[in-house]
């Protein structure tokens, strides 16, 4: 059997992608996920701000708890785009809806980064957060399925590992480049003009990105022509792939509950929690997003190279159970911006070197009929529940207890709701 077979997947017809082309390809499947990231991690270095100007309130944690519950409202969108998007990725190709799910995003966008103040609007420009918000969500529950598969499915298995690195080492770069614009903006700009006008800048910044990533996808290569007569995908993906479809959904926790705490409220918890000046906090941010893009990258080549994966998972979450609590713990006994960059490097690189194989698993068990719609539910119902939920559940935390350890525990727990996942999955590796 060939690579092109393989690539294929049961009842469909796979086109590798050219050598040539595979830059471009990288590029289109990442962009999308890029664009989602980089308004992610702006909107959460500037959560407070946000907060401040849409959300006031009396309490010093109500604005922030209304901020990050905004930006947790988007992930309920998720698991509804997973599940749309995943669908009509299925029956009519990846390249399709990875076109429509960039325009859903370029309009919720559009929305946070126009949305009058509180002070001028009232409850209106709260309003247009809110549903920027749940049209980046929805959009980005269908993207990562239909991305993910296609990133995969064009081209040999040999190199699967390197190729759906990309979707994670994307938001790595996203974070960078978000941590790094924020920076900038609290440097540069007086805190009148940072309120006025000055958060909306990388927001309108990030929409430059979308005309690229539309061109570019237009030009793709479809990987994937569904059969007219099949079933349901969504149908013959809770008939017969349920429970790959449950423990996939239990193995993205503990991944996407270290993503947003560490890497997207590691700057509020800065701020907050260690009172830290804010454009220091930003130096987070940045090192993170580099340990990520430059591990997930590692992970993927290590994943391609290694006989069985799902030992690189387990380890990844063993050492990040191992070392959470510490690392908390060092954090507020000795707070100082160099510790604080070396444990949250440490924290990302420990769980994000089994993410990118833990992926290739999930690909692998889902057959090409059902796989960006089985990839949409299991990742957008984990990062909704798990993920999206995190940084509502740690602040409430912190609120109620006034335990600066309360993100380690949650940290934890989630670990360990993995790690018992990854052991019941079989692994199962085309050759």
Not at 27 to 55: H, P, R, W
Not at 88 to 117: E, F, H, S, W
Not at 243 to 253: E, N, P, W
Not at 309 to 336: C, D, G, Q
Request: with cysteine; glycine share 10%; aromatic share 10%.
């Amino acid at each position: 059997m060939n690579d092109a077979t393989l690539a294929a997947g049961t009842g469909t017809l796979a086109t590798p992608a050219r050598p040539q082309s595979q830059f471009r390809l990288i590029a289109a499947c990442s962009l999308g996920n890029a664009l989602e990231m980089f308004d992610f991690t702006v909107y959460s270095f500037f959560s407070l701000l946000i907060g401040k100007l849409f959300f006031p309130s009396d309490n010093p944690y109500g604005s922030l708890l209304l901020a990050v519950a905004t930006f947790g409202i988007g992930f309920v969108m998720r698991p509804l785009g997973g599940v749309v998007i995943g669908s009509y990725a299925d029956r009519r190709g990846r390249k399709n809806a990875m076109t429509l799910t960039i325009a859903l995003m370029v309009a919720g966008t559009l929305c946070i980064a126009l949305a009058p103040p509180y002070a001028s609007a009232g409850v209106f420009g709260s309003l247009m957060i809110l549903a920027g918000r749940l049209l980046q969500g929805f959009s980005l529950g269908g993207e990562i399925g239909a991305s993910t598969a296609m990133l995969m499915e064009s081209g040999g298995v040999r190199g699967r590992g390197w190729r759906v690195s990309w979707q994670l080492g994307s938001q790595g770069i996203s974070a960078l480049l978000g941590a790094l614009t924020g920076a900038a903006l609290y440097t540069l700009l007086p805190t009148e003009s940072l309120e006025s006008w000055g958060w909306r800048l990388p927001f309108l910044v990030g929409l430059l990105i979308a005309p690229v990533g539309l061109y570019i996808r237009a030009n793709l290569d479809e990987t994937h022509q569904a059969d007219a007569h099949a079933p349901s995908p969504l149908g013959e993906l809770f008939r017969h792939h349920w429970a790959t479809v449950v423990k996939g959904i239990l193995a993205t926790t503990a991944g996407t509950a270290t993503m947003y705490l560490v890497v997207f409220f590691m700057p509020t918890y800065m701020i907050r929690v260690l009172k830290m000046p804010p454009s220091l906090s930003f130096l987070s941010g940045c090192v993170t997003g580099i340990t990520l893009t430059v591990v997930s990258l590692i992970a993927g080549r290590l994943a391609d190279r290694l006989t069985k994966r799902k030992p690189l998972v387990v380890a990844s979450l063993v050492f990040s159970m191992l070392a959470v609590y510490p690392a908390f713990w060092l954090i507020n006994a000795y707070p100082s911006v160099p510790l604080v960059l070396c444990l949250s490097a440490l924290l990302t690189a420990g769980i994000n070197l089994g993410t990118t194989p833990m992926f290739l698993m999930m690909l692998e068990m889902l057959p090409a009929s059902v796989r960006a719609s089985g990839l949409s539910v299991i990742y957008s119902v984990g990062v909704t529940v798990f993920g999206g939920s995190s940084q509502f559940i740690v602040t409430c935390l912190l609120s109620r207890t006034g335990n600066p350890l309360s993100p380690a525990w949650y940290m934890l727990v989630c670990s360990v709701i993995t790690l018992i996942a990854v052991l019941s999955i079989r692994e199962r590796r085309a050759h």
